[in-house]
């Protein structure tokens, strides 16, 4: 089946600091993929869409400027938590579908991002 | 979106089948019925779909009603590996669409 490769897995960073995610589809081609972002036990909530090639399009509430997102090639998708505070803290998941009208949607491991 | 209503906890033994409902009354003739489950520190990984017909794969069997406004994911033999939040998502037709997670069913199960 089709994988989508997150890295990295986990992350600590200094309150004030960018980290960057990156998401890749390893053996398909994904002209859309998706972000979200976990609380510890509660459900996932989608932060944006991005399409390949075009900016993405943010969840009401999603700050655009803090949650950078870039979809720059057909395999890869990048989300950067910009000037990371503790409240930032949690697991960011990505997910990807092809453009042929997939049923399903490919998820990524997820990254668990702890600001300090 | 059209919502989904599901258990927030269920308990099976190992070896036993294990029956998931999921609650769809504002489902629309378009919707599909997706199931994914999530293990814990791991993302999400798809499980099964339909529209209106029941659908068997290797992991699981999903029962649609006749009325499509509930369906069933079915596990026949639960493992300890089955232990995961099992999500119930109406996923609309078309190319163009976007998945919003409820808060699923957490499935634990015993040895």
Sequence with gaps: GAVVSQHPSWVICKSGTSVKIECRSLDFQATTMFWYRQFPKQSLMLMATSNEGSKATYEQGVEKDKFLINH???????????????EDSSFYICSARTGSGNEKLFFGS??????L | DAKTTQPNSMESNEEEPVHLPCNHSTISGTDYIHWYRQLPSQGPEYVIHGLTSNVNNRMASLAIAEDRKSSTLILHRATLRDAAVYYCILRPRGSNYKLTFGKGTLLTVNP
């Excluded at chain 1, 395999?75 to 505070?85: D, E």
């Design chain 1, 72 to 86: 720059a090639s057909l395999t890869l998708s990048t989300l950067t938590v910009t000037s990371a505070h503790p």
């Design chain 1, 110 to 115: 997820g990254t668990q991002l702890s600001v």
